[in-house]
């Protein structure tokens, strides 16, 4: 595996002229930490309400830190066993040997605000009609309003033949499972980089977390080939479920002419069904039967589901697209339920077309906290999600895109005039390597 360390020049990585770059920076510190006007509170509410917040990751966090500045004697409880946080749209620099591991660990409880209860037990059971969440010990945890932020679950085991404990090993990556598996996935695409060979990458058939990430993954792998002189020893195929590359039909455009420029094949209408590890073959289905891939080194992404707890509960979707797989029956635009009015979920659990990112999470917790507090208060919200979310689309070591759209697949630029979106540019680099997560730290501190 080489040892070089990565080098980024800014000179190859997209221009950004000096006066458009200090612009950004006036700009972009109001624009980054900016909270949704329908969001914002002058005073406290005095309340003796019981709010249960199921899961503490990002989505979590951010609703307790919102929820303590607005009201005044709540009792607001956080339920998570976790007690490590991870940063995880960080695990994709983890894996492409950008950021340690521990650049993604921290502990959940250091951004638990004060006055708010964490109990450190899994959520087992949510009884909407008894407005009650039970732990895994069996401990009630009653709620007069509940918001569900459980992320989801990583289902490796629909993979027939994959093995967790294998990931760094032959071949083997995934950057989703964990810090330590990210950084394993990044030691055995290095290897892959020194040496060549059939990179096979792809994304579930199933919603998921940050759906770029496959993307940047195949970017990434791509140009460390480049960077070692290998790329001409090495085939990369990139298999999407459907039959599109992103959501967004001009960002699908615009990834599928950067993968014929860099001769990176694709297929369309595949997921992944099974694994062999040792004999290094992938068996994807497809309309016309089980296709296998031979490898050499494989980033397997697996299905994502809601998790059991509320999978099992009242709260998922009865029928359509997300009824399958557990997502939480909410309005789109409240992220209220569509069924229990004290109900809300935000965040990767959250039933809506789009919004399993960090960014995301920014704009949809100040709107469900907001029309919690107007049931409080017995008036009416007028907050809106309209589906925001962002994705620093890494393109190759030093540049980005920083694309950002809504429910209507429409590019929502934050820097309007200044970054394009659909350019690569060493400034969206910068803002996904190195501004992102200060804010992102704001925001579970409910300053974001």
């Given at each position: 595996m080489s040892k070089e360390p990565i080098v980024i020049d800014p000179s190859r990585s997209g221009r950004l002229d000096r006066r458009s770059f200090l612009k950004l920076g006036a700009a972009g510190a109001?624009?980054?930490?900016?909270?949704?006007?329908?969001?914002?509170?002058?005073?406290?509410?005095?309340?003796?309400?019981?709010?249960?917040?199921?899961?503490?990751?990002a989505a979590g966090l951010t609703a307790a830190a919102q929820l303590a500045q607005r009201l005044e004697g709540a009792q607001i409880t956080l339920v998570d066993a976790r007690k490590a946080h991870f940063y995880q749209p960080g695990f994709t620099l983890?894996?492409?040997?950008?950021?340690?591991?521990?650049?993604?660990v921290s502990s959940t409880?250091?951004?638990?605000?004060s006055g708010v209860e964490l109990i450190e037990e899994a959520v087992a059971e949510i009884d909407p009609e008894g407005r009650k969440v039970v732990t895994a010990t069996g401990k009630p945890v009653p709620y007069d309003y509940l918001i569900v932020a459980t992320g989801l679950r990583l289902d490796y085991a629909a993979i027939e033949g994959m093995d967790v404990e294998q990931i760094?090993?032959?071949?083997?990556?995934?950057?989703?499972?964990?810090?330590?598996?990210?950084?394993?996935?990044?030691q055995a695409m290095s290897?892959?980089?020194?040496?060549?060979?059939?990179?096979?990458?792809?994304?579930?058939?199933?919603?998921?977390?940050?759906?770029?990430?496959p993307l940047k993954y195949t970017f990434l792998t791509d140009d460390h080939l480049r960077r070692r002189g290998n790329r001409g020893k090495a085939e990369i195929i990139y298999n999407a479920n459907n039959k599109v590359l992103f959501s967004v039909p001009i960002v699908h455009e615009k990834v599928r002419m950067l993968f014929e420029e860099r001769d990176i094949r694709m297929?369309?209408?595949?997921?992944?069904?099974?694994?062999?590890?040792?004999?290094?073959?992938?068996?994807?289905?497809?309309?016309?039967?089980?296709?296998?891939?031979?490898?050499?080194?494989?980033?397997v992404i697996p299905p994502m589901r809601a998790a059991d707890a509320v999978r099992n509960s009242p709260l998922p979707w009865q029928e359509g697209n997300w009824a399958a797989d557990g997502w939480i029956e909410v309005d789109k635009h409240t992220l209220r339920h569509k069924r229990f009015d004290n109900v809300f979920a935000v965040g990767d659990v959250a039933g809506v077309p789009k919004g399993?990112?960090?960014?995301?999470?920014?704009?949809?917790?100040?709107?469900?906290?907001?029309?919690?507090?107007?049931?409080?208060e017995g008036r009416e919200s007028q907050a809106h999600y309209g589906g925001y979310t962002s994705c620093p689309l890494i393109t190759r070591l030093g540049q980005a895109m920083l694309i950002e759209f809504d429910y209507k697949d429409n590019l929502v630029p934050s820097f309007p005039g200044i970054i394009a979106p659909l350019e690569e540019l060493w400034i969206s680099w910068v803002m996904k390597t190195m501004a992102l997560k200060p804010t992102y730290i704001s925001m579970l501190h409910g300053r974001a």
């Open positions: 109001g624009t980054l930490l900016l909270l949704p006007d329908s969001a914002s509170a002058a005073t406290k509410v005095k309340t003796a309400a019981r709010i249960v917040i199921a899961g503490a990751g983890v894996a492409g040997g950008i950021k340690p591991a521990s650049y993604v409880r250091d951004y638990v605000p760094g090993n032959n071949g083997l990556g995934s950057i989703y499972h964990s810090p330590e598996k990210a950084a394993a996935t990044w290897k892959f980089a020194d040496s060549g060979g059939v990179g096979v990458f792809l994304r579930p058939g199933t919603e998921m977390k940050c759906a770029g990430a297929n369309y209408e595949r997921t992944l069904a099974a694994i062999d590890l040792g004999k290094k073959i992938a068996t994807f289905k497809t309309a016309e039967g089980p296709v296998e891939l031979q490898y050499d080194f494989i980033n399993k990112t960090a960014a995301s999470v920014k704009w949809q917790v100040p709107v469900a906290v907001d029309h919690l507090v107007a049931q409080i």
